[in-house]
């Protein structure tokens, strides 16, 4: 242990040296007060200089911090992919850094496990150094980058203000089409909005999306210059992905949340949101191929693939969701970033509102409410593909880019030699 000790401290001694005079793109020297990297002038890292490219950021720099002294310990190796990752590197780069940071799944695990844990001297705190440059990352590779950076400021209130916003445009242009409530009209929404509008609206609205989540992830896939993929390596970058492989804790018995005590909800909850995302999205598309390969238009019955798929994905979405959130409320504070909770929150009450709406709307899609409620409903989901590039959707993106980075570099030998994989 005593050896240990004296490898991490050697090691916290490097990085600290290494922050300041090894990068020559770093401008001010690092200095640590406590558990935050400081310039030299004191400032915090969010108040500090915009760095230019190639220089690290006091996360950054936090994050090649703790990674050089667990490089020393590497106590953890068994964890997740991170530390076998880190194992390859004597020093970690910017892209480096952004990659890791993105590896991690924020489980906690690496936390509550680690003997130089605050209130150590060493304040080693895996997760929530991974979890600053993670969202830095959000902002960094987003295009265009000045709604990454107000959506990294304001989540919440741009997420809220935006469903708000537009529902109010759609709501109003209903009212002045003819009023809000109407007579039954059996669910026939093009009665309200004409198929040819709503597909241009969303059709601009999607492909904006795709456009800049497209750019974004293009960008942190050329920075951190993987090498080719092999279709092994797909597969397995995909399977960890749809499973979540590293939410289990490295044991199966699931990853920390409020303490060290071990929960699969996260997990779980994960699972209802994404895959009820991905029903929901397949309600859409085969509600597309009936609309134009067997020319059957919307209402379709109850029991027909869209309305199944759509309920049973708007169950999962609503699900999901509340659990994430709830989690996010009970999470200990220091497995994360406090800063980061309004951009998870704005993603996830959105996700709730989308799914809570088109169920209101599927059940009231007979009544005399459904102008209304179908206008409050597009509203919504347009704000979220809306910011869909910009929050935490985007971590599902660019966590699979790092995990398929993973798969393709465990494949490729270890010059160094040194780590157990
Ligand atoms: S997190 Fe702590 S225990 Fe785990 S490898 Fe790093 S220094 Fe060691
Ligand atoms: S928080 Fe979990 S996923 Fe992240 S580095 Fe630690 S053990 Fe790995």
């Known amino acids: 242990m005593k050896q240990l000790e004296a490898l991490a401290r050697e090691a916290q001694s ?11 793109m770093v401008e001010q020297p690092v200095r640590w007060i406590g558990n935050a990297p400081r310039g030299a002038s004191g400032d915090t890292p969010s108040q500090a200089p915009k760095p230019q490219a190639g220089t690290l950021t006091g996360d950054e720099a936090e994050v090649a911090r703790v990674m050089q002294i667990c490089n020393a310990c590497r106590y953890c190796e068994g964890f997740c992919a991170v530390f076998p990752a880190m194992t390859r590197r004597l020093e970690f780069g910017k892209a480096d850094l952004n990659y890791l940071a993105n590896l991690c799944h924020n489980c906690g695990a690496c936390l509550h496990a680690c003997q130089y844990a605050p209130p150590h001297e060493f304040a080693v705190n895996v997760p929530q150094a991974m979890a600053r440059v993670r969202m830095q990352t959000y902002t ?4 265009p980058a000045a709604l990454g950076t107000l959506y990294k400021r304001n989540g919440l209130a741009l997420c809220l203000a935006t469903a708000f916003g537009l529902a109010l445009f759609l709501v109003l242009a209903v009212l002045m089409a003819g009023g809000l409530f109407h007579e039954p009209m059996a669910g026939n929404f093009y009665a309200v909005f004409p198929h ?14 795709m456009l800049a989540l497209g750019v974004g992830v293009t960008r942190f896939w050329r920075n951190v210059s993987p090498g080719a993929a092999s279709g092994a390596a797909v597969a397995e970058a995909a399977h960890d992905a749809l499973r979540l492989r590293y939410l289990d804790g490295g044991h199966g018995k699931g990853c920390n ?10 997990r779980r909850f994960h699972h209802f949101t994404f895959y009820g995302f991905m029903l929901c999205f397949a309600a859409t ?8 390969l067997l020319g059957q238009q919307a209402p379709y019955p109850m029991l027909s693939a869209p309305v199944l798929l759509g309920t049973a994905g708007g169950i999962g979405l609503l699900i999901g ?9 009970k999470r200990h504070p220091q497995q994360g970033d ?5 951009m998870d929150r704005g993603f996830i009450v ?12 599927l059940g009231g899609r007979d009544g005399g409410a459904m102008a209304l409620l179908l206008a409050i409903h597009l509203g919504v989901v347009m704000a979220l593909f809306l910011t869909l590039p910009y929050g935490k959707f985007a971590h599902g993106i660019y966590r699979s880019a790092a995990l398929l980075k993973w798969s393709i570099e465990k494949r490729q030998p270890n010059k160094l030699q040194l780590g157990s994989d």
């Not at 949340?257 to 996260?266: E, G, P, S």
């Open 350 to 361: 959105l996700l709730f509102l989308t799914s809570a709406t088109g169920l209101a709307l």
């Open 338 to 342: 406090a800063a980061q909770k309004p």
């Open 14 to 24: 490097f990085s600290v040296a290494d922050a300041s005079t090894s990068s020559p």
């Open 140 to 143: 960094d590779y987003a295009w």
């Open 257 to 266: 949340n409020a303490d060290d005590a071990f929960t699969l909800w996260r």
């Open 196 to 209: 040819n509008t709503l597909a241009l609206m969303f059709g601009a609205v999607f492909g904006f999306s």
């Open 321 to 329: 969701p509340a659990g994430l959130l709830w989690l996010n409320i």
């Open 285 to 292: 598309c085969v509600a597309t191929l009936y609309h134009y």
